[in-house]
């Protein structure tokens, strides 16, 4: 595609030409600071560009965190480049295509693999303003893809259910502890609250298409999402039993309708006030929790079956990359502000704890310091699965990017009763394993 | 000189009626070949390549087509795309054209009621777009507040797959001002002497509208035909807006354009995408041209 | 479907009539009547529209939930989302002023020359430039973004407003040609014939002749681009990625991240906000429609 377009630059010239006149003309003379690429000049200093992605509340911040950078660091100027979530894919799936990708960007969790498949990120070792002196080796280890060394973790995620302990005051119920704390001790919980409490709340929202709680699953299962050699980690009987498992809650009235909480992916806003109880990440509370002030919300753990295999914990981690192609000179540079993202707490106390638990673990003692009661609640969710023994976890294979799409497709068929829950499941493995042979 | 007649004088004129139409073109000739033509072919050879966006494309000669005959998301997306074009084209243009007529005739209030039409346009596909249809069409949305006035329960309109793809026709023909506006230009373009010497001889109101504004009316009605059609065709932002991307609930809502989008940029696999959107080319292409070859029986052009 | 979208068009014998002869008594019976069911249409269609206005004015936590006439009326959802972004609002708004006002020169200046050359010149290939022209109309942009954006950036234009300005100078909006041209096709040729016999050339015809003609399409292209362009995200967001060449929808959708709920009080306050210019514009732009051939157009 570069050879095509090149061969046609002369074509093109004339365009460009025009390009300028009509600039000119029109009064928008490239009014825009920057122009794309990072650049180095004599005197050392370096300008980089920096994506990610989130709501405005986290651009602010965000932004405001790399200003003070900046300022520590008078020689290096970031350009940010941020979008929504999926906004932020598009952009990045044509700047890869262009080859013309920011310096530092945050990696979406589905397309870990196809990212590195394609050389979109840089080997870490050796970078030399990146410090890694607080790290024990499996840290290292669990950010690892192929054995290389090559992403950064923003943060870590855990999966957990959030419930909102002044409804549960009110209700005067408590959530199963110890033992009973199975995941059929807890739809035995769920079914009896939905039924008996006085305010017609559902005991949690309907959430199979939830990616980390499915993991935690699969795991307690002894499967995985995906294998060490990029294939499928799962059975059909895997994500049948899971979807059983909300279809019962959902059918004994502990969980609402898909009409009834606007998709599968429950909105949050619209159902909050109405449930008991979430299945999420260890990290939504920060923002989730802000909608409803005047409501005290907690965390547990993923429930544990009483057959859990040894070894399901997990730790899930997002992901910051420098870009494999990077202007070389830049790279020191680069490697300072990642060493800012991971290992500096001066930047989480401007952004938030909304990316997770700091994996750094002096970061991660130097947090509590100032994290608000919601945060230290997710921090201590993820203290909790990190002191657990964890197998190994590996990331979604290349042509496996729109597995949540498929997985979100299937608890609707599920949901609106079109489709068995071992159908269900057999297509979405069928259809899987398809793409994930194509991209082979 | 103008009528010129002999054959040598009307060549010489064609040349240089041609070398001021290339002139006239010269924007768009350069646009075309600098902008528009290298993607197109580009696309057009990417139909024919396994390509994921990163690296190297690859030939696979017919692989792409073939693979769309299985492909039962292919086929969903077909049945959606037609039965949105089938359906929301004809509401729409009736709207548009019935109120463009109502309109046109000077009345009290005409400029507000223009604006009134013509402001869900303005809304565009913006993502605000998506708020407002669950509030309409959500399982407690106006819609079915209304119903349980009647003593209907009803649910959620946008996560019921029968239902889902309607409320999507429902945000087109709200949109009815864009043609509206169309039809109002081509209305005020009718010679007003027309229908001054058709009262003059005595002409029906009825007569004047068969045989004045109806004829010089249908480049307008063709040219919205033709354009509602393809617009319909390539249908994107809205299913995109409503169902975040998904074209759910089940696929009840996947737009041609969505699934192009979804191979090319979520699934990274932008041969196949392109592949799909040579074929919608092409189905537009036959069609526009049937359009066309139909239009010399009821089309009426001034020249 | 040819038929089904030509058939609806029933006289409205009533409208017609009232115009064409003075209002009179017996009439009004009929025109309170038209009224009062354009005014319920009207309110019908409009209903999104206000829960929006009034939801902007609501508190966040009550808009999904509350009635439509919100119990307690805050501005805190204008204030939030004009400075959510880091940067004032109106920094969105210049950016797309700049872009929107460009694209409209750029369509009328290039569609206008384009579609009178396809409509009224006679040369070779006229038929094959046409269907060129159609054919661009049909491609779905999502193939075409890649290979587009690859040009652009070979140029250093990202972050630049050339990517989305400089292609309506080169009348890549093949929509407006085939509007123009439809528009032109309908104004009798005894027109440029006359200008022809007085001496004029093709440049001389198009500027005093067809151009003033035009003026319903030229308006209706000028309304459209304005709202096409006020309105475009793929775009802008595929090319612009420093914050402060965002334009409105751009610094819109950042409101509301898919992976989380809460921003949609600020999105409805900007939306609102964000149409007040294309509504200003309309009501302004709308009068230009309102006159016709006999008196602009030999005046002209």
Known sequence: ?440 | MATATTPSRRKSRLNRQGRAAHVFMLPWLVGLVGITAVPTLASLYLAFTDYNVLSTPEFIGLANFERMFADERFWQSVRVTLTYVLVSVPLQLAFALLLALILDRGMRGLTFYRSAFYLPSLLGSSVAVAVLWRELFGHSGLVNSALALVGIEGSSWLQNPQTALGTLVVLNVWTFGSPMVIFLAGLRQIPEELYESARVDGASVLRQFGSITVPLLTPIIFFNLILQTIGAFQAFTQAHVVSGGSGGPVDSTLFYTLYIYQQGFTAFDMGYASALAWVLLVFIGVMTAGHFLLSKYWVFYGD | ?300
């Open chain 1, 1 to 440: 595609m570069r050879e095509m377009s090149r061969r046609n630059m002369l074509k093109f010239a004339a365009v460009a030409g025009m390009a300028g006149t009509a600039a000119a003309c029109s009064g928008v003379g490239g009014g825009s600071g920057g122009g794309g690429g990072g650049g180095t000049d004599a005197g050392g200093s370096a300008t980089l560009r920096y994506a990610w992605w989130g709501n405005n509340v986290r651009q602010e911040n965000y932004t405001n965190a790399l200003n003070a950078f900046m300022e520590d660091h008078p020689e290096i100027t970031i350009e940010t480049e941020f979008a929504e979530y999926t906004a932020f894919q598009e952009r990045m799936t044509t700047q890869m295509a262009a080859r013309n990708v920011p310096d530092l960007f945050w990696v979406p969790s589905a397309q870990v693999m196809t990212y590195y498949a394609n050389g979109l990120f840089h080997d870490l070792d050796g970078v030399g303003t990146l410090d890694l002196s607080d790290y024990s080796d499996a840290d290292i280890d669990g950010l690892r893809l192929d054995g290389v060394h090559n992403t950064m973790a923003l943060g870590i995620f855990v999966p957990v259910v959030r419930y909102n302990a002044t409804m549960a005051e009110e209700d005067g119920v408590t959530l199963p502890e110890g033992e009973d704390w199975s995941w059929d001790g807890f739809t035995e919980f769920a079914i009896d609250y939905a039924a008996n409490n006085p305010n017609g709340r559902w005991a949690v929202n309907y959430g199979p298409d939830h990616d980390l709680t499915l993991e935690a699953w699969l795991r307690q299962r002894g499967e995985q999402l995906w294998t060490e050699d990029g294939q499928i980690g799962f059975t059909a009987d895997g994500i049948a039993s899971w979807l059983d498992f909300w279809e019962n809650l959902r059918l004994a009235g502990a969980a609402p309708s898909l009409s009834e909480q606007d998709g599968v992916g429950a909105d949050w806003s619209l159902i909050g006030e109405r449930v008991l109880s979430y299945f999420g990440n260890s990290n939504h509370i920060i923002d989730d929790a802000q909608f409803f002030p005047e409501a005290t919300f907690l965390l547990r753990n993923m429930p544990v079956a009483a057959d859990a295999t040894a070894g399901h914990p997990y730790l899930y981690t997002p992901r910051l990359a420098i870009y494999g192609d990077i202007d070389e000179a830049n790279l020191e540079a680069a490697g300072t502000l990642l060493n800012y993202s991971a290992n500096n707490s001066d930047m989480l106390r401007i952004t938030g704890l909304t990316m997770g638990a700091p994996v750094n673990p002096r970061v991660a003692e130097e947090v509590t310091e100032f994290a608000s009661p919601d945060e230290q609640q997710m921090l201590d969710a993820v203290s909790h699965d990190r002191a657990l023994e964890r197998n190994p976890r590996y990331e979604a294979p290349a042509g496996s990017s729109t597995w949540r799409t498929i997985l979100t497709r299937v608890s609707e068929q599920v949901a609106l009763e079109q489709s068995t829950t071992v159908d269900a499941a057999t297509a979405m493995i069928a259809e899987l394993q398809a793409a994930i042979e194509r991209a082979a």
């Open chain 3, 1 to 300: 479907m040819t038929t089904q979208t030509v058939t609806p068009t029933a006289p409205p014998t009533g409208a017609a009539a009232a115009s064409t002869t003075r209002r009179r008594p017996r009439r009004r019976g009929r025109s309170v009547a038209r009224h009062a069911g354009l005014g319920v249409f009207v309110a019908f269609m409009l209903y999104p529209l206000v829960w929006m206005v009034t939801s902007a004015f609501t508190p966040e936590s009550e808009i999904l939930t509350g009635p439509l006439i919100p119990e307690e009326f805050t501005l805190e959802n204008f204030i939030n989302g004009w400075n959510s972004l880091t940067r004032p609002f109106w920094v969105f708004y210049g950016n797309s002023f700049v872009v929107t006002i460009s694209s409209i020169v750029g369509n009328l200046f290039s569609c206008s020359l384009t579609a009178y050359a396809l409509a009224r010149l006679t040369f070779k290939a006229r038929n094959v430039y046409f269907g060129i022209v159609l054919v661009s109309v049909m491609l779905p942009m999502h193939v075409l973004v890649i290979p587009q954006y690859i040009i652009f950036s070979q140029f250093d234009l990202v972050n630049t407003f050339v990517p989305l300005v400089l292609p309506k100078f080169l009348a890549t909006d093949a929509f407006f040609i085939f509007l123009m041209v439809q528009f032109i096709r309908g104004i009798p040729r005894e027109l440029d014939q006359a200008a022809a016999i007085d001496g004029a050339g093709p440049f001389r015809t198009f500027w005093y002749v067809i151009f003033p003609l035009m003026r319903p399409a030229l308006v209706t292209t000028t309304i459209f681009t304005f709202i096409w362009t006020w309105n475009d995200f793929f775009t802008p967001l595929i090319y612009l990625t420093d914050q402060s060449v965002f334009t409105v929808p751009v610094a819109l959708s950042s409101m509301v991240d898919a992976e989380s709920n809460s921003g949609i009080g600020m999105l409805l306050a900007m939306s609102v906000l964000s149409l007040i210019p294309i509504m200003l514009f309309f009501a302004f732009a709308q009068k230009y429609l309102i006159r016709g051939i006999t008196t602009t157009g030999l005046k002209g």
